[in-house]
């Protein structure tokens, strides 16, 4: 199964755990890593006031961009919030 896949299977999961500090981290540590321009990131978070609304954009449109993005994702999210990445019960994959 792809990283992307397994971001799939976990939306539910991650939209209802993760806290809004942890989106806006993620985003922007996903605008370092190139994985989300800055555009996208003002449209998640002006378009996106609710926080569960801001979680499923932003899990989608990583994973709508590959496994690349989907293993960043899974990395960056370690880091940011170890609780809610092992309740995903997900790994990174080598790319």
């Known amino acids: 199964m792809s990283t992307a896949q397994q971001l799939h299977g ?3 999961k991650f939209i209802e755990k ?19 321009t800055d555009g996208e990131i003002e449209g998640i978070k002006e378009e996106y006031k609710q ?3 801001k979680a499923r954009q ?3 449109s990583v994973r709508r961009k590959g496994n690349i993005a989907s293993n960043k994702f899974l990395i960056r999210l370690q880091e940011r919030d170890n609780n809610v990445y092992s309740e995903l ?5 080598s790319t």
């Open 58 to 60: 932003l899990i989608d």
């Open 89 to 93: 019960g997900l790994t990174p994959r």
């Open 18 to 36: 993760a806290s809004k500090v942890v989106l806006d981290q993620l985003m922007d540590d996903l605008l370092e890593d190139k994985v989300l």
């Open 51 to 53: 926080r569960a609304d």
């Open 10 to 12: 976990v939306r539910t």
